[in-house]
């Protein structure tokens, strides 16, 4: 009886992290006719800006991004970042460090959980009140964990070492944090409900981020997501956008990525310029816990150069 209590504990507490990573049509209709959808909002000033998006591409070296066109029209709407630096390779590493200010040891891609005793900025965030949601393009539904293919063509659609929170247990055991973690539909649906949080996280599919295209097909893509937000009162309330890449094309060498800041937070004064101040992924964390006067969590983070 004892060890049947146990076994069934074992279960609940490993369950959680993993529920939601079938992609058998039927369990994904199932999820997504119940999963649960938060769209938090709040209203804490910051010092600087007042909201904060990362957009993230993939896999583009700093000279491949500026000489694109549509890269270089957004080059030209805000500060582009000269000096800043991706973490290591492959890609998930990246992504689990930016919010978390560490890799965790990640050194791949594989499907990984991170203990529940690591922290992330949403932790931070929620203990000040700041509203966040993660915006995953093309996950089927709120808090799916797995990777999913465009169920028309089989082709690589949306993938978890792209979802920066979801490998943390301390994200993925708590359902209301989960409801968090949406898609691109969901983004859609908030920004004209009027009800975008104050941070965001958005990852395009594996098409428009570039990873099985180009820096081209990217280009095209953020030009078409961003120039319509640029302009729009929903998105753009002293907001901070910081667009960028997980990391270099090439596997070895400088990891410079290419990076712009954008939106209204940036003084019209500052659109076109450069600004070559050593950054990381790490400065991703280290601006908003400065601008929102979160603390840290004394890893990445701590030493990292805030870009303001
Ligand atoms: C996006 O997520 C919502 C909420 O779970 C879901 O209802 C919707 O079907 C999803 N959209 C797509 C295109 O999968
Ligand atoms: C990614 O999204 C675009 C629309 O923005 C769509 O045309 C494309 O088919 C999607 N990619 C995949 C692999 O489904
Ligand atoms: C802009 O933000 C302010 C608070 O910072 C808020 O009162 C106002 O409703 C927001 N406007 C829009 C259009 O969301």
Known sequence: MRSLILLSAFFAAGFAQTQYTSTAAAAVAKARATAL???PTSNV????FDCFVAIWCENTDYSMASADTNFKWAASEGVTLTNYLAIRHPSQPNYVAAVGGSTHGFTDDTFQRI???AKTIVD???AKGVSWSEYQQDSPYSGFEGNYVN???GANDFVRKHNPLISYDSVSSDTSRLAKIKNLTMFEKDLSDNKLPQWMFITPNMTNDGHDTSVTTAGKWIKSFLSPLLSDSN???NTLVLLTFDET???SGVNKVFSVLLGDAIPASSKGTTDGTAYSHYSQMATVENNWGLGDLGLGDASAAAFF
């Open 115 to 117: 203990d529940s005793s």
């Open 124 to 126: 931070l965030l929620e």
């Open 37 to 39: 959808t938060e769209s």
């Open 235 to 237: 998105f753009m309330n």
């Open 249 to 251: 094309a090439v596997q």
């Open 45 to 48: 000033a910051g010092k600087t």
């Open 151 to 153: 169920q028309e063509t």
